[in-house]
């Protein structure tokens, strides 16, 4: 259970991201997090794993205070929760194997991952990983000679060896073309499904949204303005969310 | 109508504006000219024109090549004063095929002309007349050509000389020619010696600045450091546990540092020592973790701590034995054919030999001060209300008196390091002010766009001025600044102890303002230590890359004397502040989404700089030190002039004897690897990047 109290962000220029959110996430669902740019989905799903800080506002994950952990507990805490971005966030220049190791530096001894070592067990989890994403056989490429949609599997591929309880998904199909974007939510949808793995996704497009979401949170300059079952959201609501003259673009 | 005008009379008042511009801009100019001496009367001067003439001429025929010559003599003699009876002054025999001269007239006064012939030289050679007086000491007369018949003739004038008398001088012509090849001279000889030097001793100031410059490169690193914040409580704990854990450090692990060394002089025992305390480390660490403790509790963090403590121990007994070894190495290749490779890894262990101890001591600062921290945390999160100023005033005391403590140190070292506790003093002063302010306005440090921060700002200027004025006075400052001495030696007894008057009081300010800044922040606030690193860093960085190579040389060349060791280190210390700033500029440079996804996997903050930070700036880096490298070997032909060794020093004494044709060939080695070497260093900057 992910309890969201009154978070609040400002950040130094003044800048007010977030407006007293408060909601709650049971266990296994898949929520969608919708919004125009800058109504805060980023600086809420960073929120939840502290790379941003609150300004105010709690957040409790499984009865623990995240807003209040100090370095260590905080790294604890982030290691059961798994993250991918919409600009995959690899390191271009190491091999996909490196990058998908590097899920796992939170539960490895911190001198010995510093030499890049790392156990047979792990080795074989991210090969492992990277079967379950389909792409095992690229393990030894550089991350940059892969396509988009391979590298957001890294990407997934790198959060599954946190083995997550929640995943945080930051516009993850964003640089992504239609067809690509499908594949890439259908990973997602199966670890919502098979794993039981609670999913926090930020997506652009409501028909994205509304194919895969269990429940759709709308932002709109850092207020919560709609939260509730992806059916209810019709013309009208659709307006105050992406504004009047917002027309909808279906993606196939 | 007006609309027209207003712009109009704007545009005169800029024209104006600009024409002044203009006009204060030549007269700065001028006074430039002035200052700088520019005359043109100088540069037409007919005897310094004669002088550069002759130098450059002689730059630009550098003795680069060498050929031997053979050589041949003949000579006549002449008389000073005729003979009265008009008698022809008896001349040497001439043998058959042999070259011969004839002057005349053969005697005469001194000023006259006497001609020279000379016949059956070899072809084309050089012809030297020397004039030979009867004390035997010759002197160069004038150099001709000998024609393709052996054939030459020249004037010379008798040369003024003192005696004389009944005794014939001597006319001597050396007929000289090349044989052979031509091959490279003495001088290119030894100028190639030395410009191997300046090679190498750029290369080794690179590479012994580069490790350093690597790990200073994180701490200048704006977008890394400003991340990293702590509690005020525990960042105060840590820096007031610092100087325990140091002499702990120093105490308990220096020790094992040493004997470490000693079991490596014995080869055997410096390897099997090592190899049973990490066999024996793996298996406690085995064992402990078998104790199945969940993480986050108690008995949890005692087992990490333990092992720990027993790693850097382990840790620094290798290091030791590892110097030891080298020690045994060096010693045992002492006169074999490797012996610069036993010099070089005998050096090595020495080194680990004397930093052992410090390594030691700064191993113990920082685990115990971060054991420290870790464990008191858990404590310092109870204070609440009240409590929490109380304990941050405590704490602020103790760590500003260590603070001011630790300046007034540096301060006892030269007068005008005494600048250095007043310039804390004022940041402590203006840090406080702001504090104060917020309190008693309610203002929030992210107030920055409005009234609160000008007022502030004015404010904590004001304060800056009076506390460095107070200070100044209390710490009797103008007896470092104005007279240059040291702090007097005067001391105040507190109790059992004696303090000099001057740390006395300085730590007694460090207490006041740490004080007033740790009840007001309290212990729970955000401290930005590391923005307070990264500016510590950057300072003395900037303050480092400002001082020219050369300078340092000279205080080099005094510590370990004239020689390219000099040179290594002053091009060393300037090399580390200048990577320092270029490698810390690419850190900041780097594409952040890496590194966000490495630390939300829960990796710590070491992790991320090597799976997120590291993987990003090799290659950059790597042009960065090829660049740097580049400008060392420029720097280091001239490091010599200082005595920093290289060619620089070669250089310097041959322009100082006037031998500007082996000046010549310095010049023309130094552009030649300087060029090849730009060259280089473009092509693969330019590959890596």
């Known amino acids: 259970m992910l309890k969201i109290e009154h978070l609040t962000k400002v950040y130094e220029n003044g800048v007010v991201a977030l407006r007293d959110i408060s909601f709650e996430v049971p266990d296994g669902q898949f929520v969608v997090v919708i919004g125009l740019s800058g109504s805060g989905k980023s600086t809420l799903l960073r929120c939840i794993n502290r790379l941003i800080d609150p300004t105010d506002g709690r957040i409790i994950w499984n009865g623990i205070d995240i807003t209040a952990a100090n370095d260590e507990e905080l790294r604890l805490i982030r290691r059961r929760i798994g993250m991918i971005f919409q600009q995959f966030n690899l390191v271009k220049r190491s091999k996909v194997i490196t990058n998908v190791l590097a899920g796992r530096l939170g539960y490895t001894n911190p001198m010995w ?129 992406y504004g009047e003259d917002a027309v909808r673009v279906e993606i196939a | 109508m007006n609309n027209n005008q207003f712009p109009t009379s704007r545009g005169a008042l800029r024209k104006l504006l600009l024409v002044l511009v203009v006009v204060a801009g030549v007269l700065l100019y001028a006074y430039g000219w002035r200052v700088t001496d520019i005359s043109l009367d100088e540069t037409q001067d007919q005897t310094r024109q004669t002088s550069v003439t002759r130098a450059l001429r002689e730059l630009l025929s550098p003795n680069v090549f060498d050929q031997d010559r053979d050589s041949e003599f003949a000579d006549a003699y002449f008389a000073i004063g005729c003979p009265d009876d008009g008698e ?185 020592g090592p190899a049973i305390a990490m066999v024996a480390y793996g298996g406690i660490a085995r064992v402990a973790s078998t104790a199945g403790l969940q993480e986050g509790t108690v008995g949890h963090r005692a087992r990490k701590i333990g092992l720990n403590v027993l790693l850097v121990a382990v840790i620094i007994f290798t290091l030791g034995a590892v110097g030891g070894i080298g020690i045994w190495i060096g010693d045992k290749l002492e006169d074999t054919l490797l012996s610069d490779l036993g010099n070089f890894v005998n050096t090595l262990g020495t080194l680990v030999d004397l930093s052992i101890s410090v390594a030691a001591a700064l191993a113990g600062a920082l685990l115990v001060s971060s054991v420290g921290t870790s464990l008191v945390r858990g404590g310092l999160r109870y204070f609440e209300g009240p409590a929490n100023h109380i304990v941050g005033a405590v704490l602020g005391v103790a760590s500003g008196t260590l603070l001011m403590a630790m300046m007034a140190v540096i301060a006892n070292q030269a007068a005008w390091f005494g600048l250095l506790p007043l310039l804390v003093v004022v940041i402590l002063a203006m840090q406080d002010l702001g504090l104060i302010y917020n309190r008693f306005t309610g203002a929030g440090h992210r107030d920055e766009a409005n009234t609160h921060a000008t007022l502030r700002l004015t404010l904590q200027v004001a304060v800056a001025v009076v506390a460095f004025y107070f200070a100044y006075r209390f710490l009797d400052s103008g007896r470092l600044i104005v007279d240059g001495r040291l702090p007097s030696a005067l001391k105040t007894e507190i109790g059992p102890f004696s303090v000099k008057t001057y740390t006395f009081r300085a730590m007694l300010m460090g207490a006041v ?177």
């Open chain 1, 113 to 241: 991952s510093l030499v890049n070592r790392f156990s047979t067990h792990d080795r074989q989890m991210a090969l492992a990983k990277l079967e379950r994403v389909g792409i095992r056989e690229k393990a030894f490429t550089r991350a940059d000679e892969l396509s988009g949609g391979q590298q957001q599997r890294v990407g997934i591929a790198r959060a599954l060896m946190q083995d997550p309880e929640l995943m945080l998904a930051d516009e993850p199909v964003a640089s992504l073309d239609p067809a690509t974007s499908h594949s890439v939510m259908k990973y997602l949808e199966l670890l919502n499904k098979e794993d039981g793995i609670t999913i926090l996704c930020s997506l652009h497009f409501l028909s994205l949204a509304r194919a895969y979401a269990d429940r759709i949170i709308a932002l709109k300059d850092g207020l919560l303005e709609f939260d509730g079952d992806p059916a209810d959201i019709d013309e009208q609501r659709f307006k105050d969310i």
């Open chain 2, 88 to 272: 022809p002054i008896p001349q040497p025999e001439r043998a058959e095929g042999e070259p011969y001269i004839e002057i005349s007239p053969d005697c005469g006064e001194r000023d006259d002309a006497i001609t020279v012939t000379g016949h059956h030289f070899h072809t084309n050679a050089d012809a030297f007349v020397r004039w030979i007086p009867p004390n035997g000491q010759s002197r160069p007369m004038v150099r001709t050509d000998v024609d393709s018949g052996g054939y030459f003739q020249t004037t010379i004038s008798v040369p003024s000389l003192r005696g004389g008398g009944d005794e014939f001088h001597t006319i001597e012509v050396e007929g000289s020619w090349p044989v052979g090849l031509p091959h490279l001279s003495k001088t290119t000889e030894t100028v190639i010696e030395k410009m191997v030097e300046t090679i190498f001793l750029a290369l080794m100031a690179t590479t012994l600045a580069v490790p350093i410059a690597f790990v200073l490169s994180f701490f200048a690193a704006r977008n890394l450091m400003r991340q990293v914040r702590m509690p005020a409580g525990d960042v105060l704990i840590a820096f007031i546990l610092l100087p325990i854990g140091w002499a702990l450090g120093d105490l308990l692990v220096g020790p094992i540092g040493a004997l470490g060394v000693d079991w490596g002089k014995d080869l055997v025992l410096g390897i099997v």
């Open chain 2, 513 to 689: 303002l740490g004080g007033i800044g740790g009840w007001l922040l309290g212990i729970h606030r955000n401290f930005p230590l590391g923005m307070t690193v990264y500016n510590t860093t950057r300072t003395i960085l900037n303050a480092l890359r400002s001082i020219e190579p050369l300078i340092m040389g000279i205080v080099f060349v005094i510590w370990v004397g004239i020689g390219p060791f000099a040179g290594v280190l002053a091009l060393m210390l300037h090399s580390i502040a200048a990577l320092g700033k270029l490698y810390s500029e690419q850190v900041e440079n780097i594409d952040p989404g890496p590194i966000e996804a490495v630390q939300a996997t829960g990796a710590t903050r070491l992790q991320m700089i090597a799976y997120g930070v590291v993987p990003q700036i090799v290659p950059p880096y790597i042009a960065f030190t090829m660049y740097r490298w580049d400008i060392n070997v420029r720097m280091s032909t001239i490091i010599g002039f200082v005595g920093g060794g290289g060619i620089g020093f070669l250089l310097q004494q041959q322009i100082n004897l006037l031998r500007y044709r082996e000046a010549g060939v310095a010049v023309l080695a130094i552009a030649i690897v300087v060029s090849v070497l730009d060259f280089a260093s473009a092509s693969i900057r330019e590959r890596m990047i």
